[in-house]
């Protein structure tokens, strides 16, 4: 992680990533790193989020939802209606 601090000059790095590139091993190492990430997240990760109340289906019925976590995630919802 530090060598793209290196050959890019960065102070802050974000990683931008789909389900495949960003996984769980990938988040702690950048978590550890402190640095951002962006990524999707999965199917049954999302019925994990509705099961413990962090999300709510009724914030699908809007054009864009913001739920932000006590730990500092934030998720942005966008529902595709395809």
């Known amino acids: 992680m530090g060598k793209v601090v290196q050959r890019f000059g960065g102070a802050k790095v974000t990683f931008v990533g789909d389900r495949v590139m960003i996984k769980s091993d990938e988040i702690k190492d950048?978590?550890?790193?402190?640095?951002r990430y962006i990524t999707a997240i999965?199917?049954?990760?999302?019925?994990?989020?509705l099961k413990t109340g962090v999300i709510q289906m009724a914030l699908f019925?809007?054009?864009l939802a913001e739920v932000e976590t006590s730990e500092g995630i934030r998720y942005v919802l966008r529902r595709n209606p395809i």
């Open 30 to 35: 950048l978590n550890k790193a402190e640095f």
């Open 42 to 49: 999965t199917k049954p990760q999302i019925r994990k989020l």
């Open 61 to 63: 019925d809007q054009q």
